[in-house]
């Protein structure tokens, strides 16, 4: 089974950038898909961005246009650059590889957005 490591999370003020990155332990175009999703406190987990094994990106409408996600495949990962961030923004992110409908997940990486 597939392992994810998510790194570089940490506290940023408002309106600064963070960049996110994923490294999966196998080829990561063994995948429908890669994904970034995320989970506030008291929150449900929520899609955040995907790339499909074809390159198509897809971003939930509350980032589009401030998150970016891109992946390596040389290198076997998926980066999540995060621009313009917002206190709303603050939670758990995880990297995820999917196939279908199964998911394997990172342990995830905490991300806060306060001044």
């Known amino acids: 089974q597939v392992q994810l490591v998510e790194s570089g999370g940490g506290l940023v003020q408002p309106g600064g950038s963070l960049r996110l990155s994923c490294a999966a332990s196998e080829n990561i175009f063994n995948f429908n898909a890669m994904e970034w999703h995320r989970q506030a406190p008291g929150k449900q987990r929520e899609l955040v961005a995907s790339?499909?094994?074809?390159?198509?990106?897809d971003y939930a409408d509350s980032v589009q246009g401030r998150f970016t996600i891109s992946r390596d495949g040389a290198k076997n990962t998926v980066d999540l650059q995060m621009n313009t961030l917002k206190p709303e923004d603050t939670a758990i992110y995880y990297c995820?590889?999917?196939?279908?409908?199964?998911?394997?997940w990172g342990p995830g990486t905490q991300v806060t957005v306060s001044s």
């Open positions: 790339i499909n094994v074809g390159g198509r990106t």
């Open positions: 995820a590889a999917r196939i279908l409908r199964r998911y394997t």
